[in-house]
């Protein structure tokens, strides 16, 4: 059974006209979500509500609950409710960022992987499932064994996974992680949820990484929105040659602080990191029997130039859904790495 409480915040929230900064006015005023609704043109059918919250397979998160962000409330546009699949119990550590080219690097890929692993035995590890950079953090989390704190924040409500090629992360994240999202179950998506997305992240997080941030990016704007937020926004310097690092490096020469490994980001944000350098030593990782053929015969087919699924497969002769699978596990482990073209190469 549904709850009321819920159903008349759902009702509010997706009424027309009314965003979070309008929600809360109404809240503040009438001082419950049932109140307000007799004061708004056209309310969100309450019968349509239930049959969404029915039919979706995740769960509700209330700006009231004790364990929604306390990062979030701190916001006058903070989201009245968020969606979310997972360990909600990981909203309350602190919280990371890790973000940057969907095209990017194999090395920025690879500086990604490390500092999401590195770091995620002391903060959850907060990125956006986009390709390159936001995917490589969120492998670099699953690789270890005994931490579960990655989160994805998704720009379109979470039954639509995007891109699709990460569907493999989406479901072990939801199995070891927290997957979240405040856009409602099967809104059409916009363009304009990709910034709401971003503004989520930087709203989550004590400090954002940037890897490889070309001038007009998704991820300069993260970066922008983080500043004005006050969030700690550290960069990784790149090749000035290189147009991908042409604005991690301009916040660099605008005063933000240069990373070059994971006890950069502990110093900058106030650990210290001779206390725990063991702790990230003793980190166990994920691992496979060396026996299984299957996987030996992947490790075996490819080599440091990158090759699609089509070619690997017709190669080793496995078919290419239970191809996805390998290469996911074999990308957790580090042993590959897959190419923003969505070819895959040896790690």
Same mark, same amino acid.
């Given at each position: 059974?549904?709850?009321?409480?819920?159903?008349?915040?759902?009702?509010?929230?997706?009424?027309?006209?009314?965003?979070?900064?309008?929600?809360?006015?109404?809240?503040?005023?009438?001082?419950?979500?049932?109140?307000?609704?007799?004061?708004?043109?056209?309310?969100?059918?309450?019968?349509?509500?239930?049959?969404?919250?029915?039919?979706?397979?995740?769960?509700?998160?209330?700006?009231?609950?004790?364990?929604?962000?306390?990062?979030?409330?701190?916001?006058?546009?903070?989201?009245?409710?968020?969606?979310?699949?997972?360990?909600?119990?990981?909203?309350?550590?602190?919280?990371?960022?890790?973000?940057?080219?969907?095209?990017?690097?194999?090395?920025?890929?690879?500086?990604?992987?490390?500092?999401?692993?590195?770091?995620?035995?002391?903060?959850?590890?907060?990125?956006?499932?986009?390709?390159?950079?936001?995917?490589?953090?969120?492998?670099?989390?699953?690789?270890?064994?005994?931490?579960?704190?990655?989160?994805?924040?998704?720009?379109?409500?979470?039954?639509?996974?995007?891109?699709?090629?990460?569907?493999?992360?989406?479901?072990?994240?939801?199995?070891?992680?927290?997957?979240?999202?405040?856009?409602?179950?099967?809104?059409?998506?916009?363009?304009?949820?990709?910034?709401?997305?971003?503004?989520?992240?930087?709203? +989550?997080?004590?400090? /954002?990484?940037?890897? @490889?941030?070309?001038? %007009?990016?998704?991820?300069?704007? =993260?970066?922008?929105? &983080? #500043?004005?937020?006050?969030?700690?926004?550290?960069?990784?310097?790149?090749?000035?040659?290189?147009?991908?690092?042409?604005?991690?490096?301009?916040?660099?020469?605008?005063?933000?602080?240069?990373?070059?490994?994971?006890?950069?980001?502990?110093?900058?944000?106030?650990?210290?990191?001779?206390?725990?350098?063991?702790?990230?030593?003793?980190?166990?990782?994920?691992?496979?029997?060396?026996?299984?053929?299957?996987?030996?015969?992947?490790?075996?087919?490819?080599?440091?130039?990158?090759?699609?699924?089509?070619?690997?497969?017709?190669?080793?002769?496995?078919?290419?859904?239970? +191809?996805?699978?390998? /290469?996911?596990?074999? @990308?957790?482990?580090? %042993?590959?790495?897959?190419?923003? =073209?969505?070819?895959? &190469? #040896?790690?």
């Amino acid at each position: 059974m549904i709850d009321d409480i819920i159903l008349d915040w759902f009702c509010l929230s997706n009424t027309v006209g009314i965003g979070p900064k309008k929600f809360w006015a109404l809240m503040k005023k009438y001082k419950t979500a049932k109140e307000s609704l007799n004061y708004v043109k056209y309310p969100f059918p309450r019968n349509k509500a239930k049959e969404i919250l029915k039919s979706i397979n995740y769960k509700t998160l209330l700006a009231t609950d004790a364990t929604f962000p306390i990062e979030l409330k701190r916001n006058s546009s903070c989201p009245p409710m968020l969606f979310y699949q997972g360990d909600k119990s990981i909203l309350a550590k602190e919280k990371v960022a890790i973000v940057g080219a969907r095209n990017a690097s194999i090395q920025g890929m690879k500086i990604a992987k490390t500092l999401g692993e590195k770091l995620s035995t002391d903060y959850a590890i907060v990125s956006g499932l986009a390709k390159g950079i936001d995917a490589s953090a969120h492998l670099g989390v699953l690789s270890c064994l005994e931490t579960k704190s990655a989160i994805a924040v998704l720009p379109f409500s979470l039954e639509n996974i995007y891109p699709k090629e990460n569907k493999n992360i989406y479901e072990k994240i939801a199995q070891n992680g927290l997957l979240i999202s405040e856009v409602t179950p099967y809104s059409v998506p916009e363009q304009g949820m990709f910034q709401a997305r971003n503004r989520l992240i930087s709203l +989550l997080s004590k400090g /954002v990484i940037i890897i @490889e941030a070309s001038l %007009k990016s998704g991820t300069m704007s =993260t970066a922008k929105l &983080a #500043l004005d937020y006050g969030c700690e926004v550290m960069v990784v310097p790149g090749s000035p040659l290189d147009p991908r690092y042409a604005g991690s490096n301009l916040l660099i020469k605008n005063g933000a602080p240069l990373i070059q490994n994971f006890y950069d980001v502990l110093e900058i944000l106030g650990k210290d990191s001779s206390k725990l350098e063991h702790v990230h030593l003793e980190t166990k990782r994920i691992s496979y029997d060396e026996d299984d053929a299957k996987y030996e015969k992947v490790l075996a087919a490819l080599s440091n130039n990158p090759v699609s699924f089509d070619i690997i497969s017709e190669y080793t002769q496995i078919e290419i859904p239970e +191809l996805l699978r390998i /290469v996911s596990d074999l @990308e957790i482990l580090g %042993k590959v790495i897959k190419h923003y =073209t969505n070819e895959i &190469a #040896l790690a």
